[in-house]
């Protein structure tokens, strides 16, 4: 019996130290010193969403915009498009589906006004979100940007990048949810 107290007061110390780390972690993610001195702090919106319901906005502001979207109670999703002011997870241009922080980048030649839509995952009854809307002033100089410049080309650049980062914090949401289920069965068995 001896050995179970001793082994349960272990196990309780390491969730403590792993949810100690998580809440540094996404503490630090969304410190107004980790945005670049080039974006310029539009709106901040913040809203509930149920479960399977879609909320939406419009975006009127030209130029290279990022959305930055924190999930503050439950997990909502980010769609974007400038083909339609409802897009969804069927019709979207731009997303981000993680179950922490969503950033997406409206580049400057998407048709205004852009639609907005805010997902509320089923997982959970209720969604809470606060979305930073930043204008991005960053200029990128591209030498020969007039002889080489093909939208097509670019757009196809942009999917591929976003694609990569959208993997990247797939796999990063992935190891969070197991993580979490794994912590829920410890606790479980030992309480």
């Excluded at 502001?61 to 999703?77: N, T």
């Excluded at 097509?152 to 289920?181: C, P, V, Y």
Aim: net charge negative; glycine share 6%; charged share 25%.
């Amino acid at each position: 019996m001896s050995d179970k107290r001793v082994m349960a007061a272990h196990w309780k110390k390491m969730l403590v130290i792993l949810l100690a780390a998580q809440a540094l972690l996404m503490g630090h993610s969304f410190e107004e010193e980790d945005v670049p001195d080039e974006w310029i702090l539009l709106h901040v919106v913040q809203g509930q969403i149920g479960a399977g319901n879609y909320s939406y906005l419009r975006l009127n502001h030209e130029g290279k915009i990022v959305l930055q979207m924190q999930s503050l109670k439950g997990d909502a999703d980010l769609y974007v498009s400038d083909m339609t002011l409802h897009p969804s997870f069927d019709e979207y241009e731009l997303q981000s589906v993680t179950c922490g922080q969503d950033v997406v980048y409206v580049p400057a030649h998407f048709r205004r006004p852009v639609g907005i839509g805010i997902y509320g995952h089923p997982s959970h009854l209720e969604s809470e979100f606060e979305m930073k809307v930043y204008y991005d002033r960053t200029i990128v100089d591209y030498p020969f940007a007039e002889a080489s410049y093909n939208p097509e080309e670019m757009e196809t650049s942009q999917k591929r990048t976003h694609s990569a980062e959208d993997q990247s914090q797939d796999e990063e949401s992935i190891f969070w949810t197991i993580l979490i289920g794994i912590l829920k069965l410890i606790l479980e068995i030992l309480f």
